[in-house]
C-alpha cells in the first residue's frame, strides 16, 4: 500500500459528508485532484460504507498494517520451489531458516498447521488462510 500521510489525508477527508461508501470515496478523490496515493488507498478500502472520518481513518490503517506484514507472493513461491515434497511442518520450519527466507515468510510457517504438506499449493493456501484471518 502506498505511503499515505495521515495529517493531510484527515484534513482532506474532514471536508466529507458522512456516512460515504467506498465508490463515493473514490469520486470524491478523483473530482478534488487529490494525490494518487490517496486514490490508491482508497481502491484498497473494504466496499462498504464509512459512518465517520475516523471509520475510513481506522480502515485505511488497518490495510497498511496488514500489507506490511504479508508475505510476498513471488518470495514464497521461490522458496517453495525449493523444497522436495511431501515436508512436514517440522523440516518446512528447519529448511526455511536454513535458507534464510524473508522474516514474513519464517513466520508464517512457523504459524502453520502441523502436518504433511504434499504440494506448494497446499502451503501457499495455508499461508494465504492465515493472512486473511
Known amino acids: ?48 460504507q464509512y459512518l465517520t472520518l475516523d471509520r475510513v481513518i481506522q480502515a485505511i ?12 507472493p513471488v518470495q514464497l513461491d521461490k522458496f517453495l520451489a525449493q523444497i522436495n515434497y511431501p515436508i512436514s511442518k517440522r523440516d518446512l520450519l528447519k529448511t526455511a531458516e536454513y535458507k534464510g527466507v524473508d522474516e ?13 504438506y504434499q504440494t506448494p499449493e497446499q502451503i501457499r493456501h495455508a499461508v494465504f488462510e492465515i493472512e486473511n484471518n
Open 104 to 116: 514474513r515468510i519464517l513466520r508464517r510457517v512457523k504459524q502453520l498447521p502441523r502436518q504433511i
Open 1 to 48: 500500500m502506498a505511503k499515505v500521510n495521515l495529517g493531510q489525508l484527515t484534513k482532506t477527508l474532514a471536508k466529507v459528508d458522512y456516512p460515504i461508501n467506498k465508490q463515493n470515496l473514490i469520486r470524491y478523490a478523483e473530482y478534488k485532484g487529490l494525490d494518487e496515493r490517496f486514490l490508491r488507498s482508497f481502491k484498497q478500502l473494504p466496499s462498504k
Open 61 to 72: 490503517l488497518r490495510l497498511a498494517k496488514r500489507t506490511v506484514t504479508q508475505v510476498n
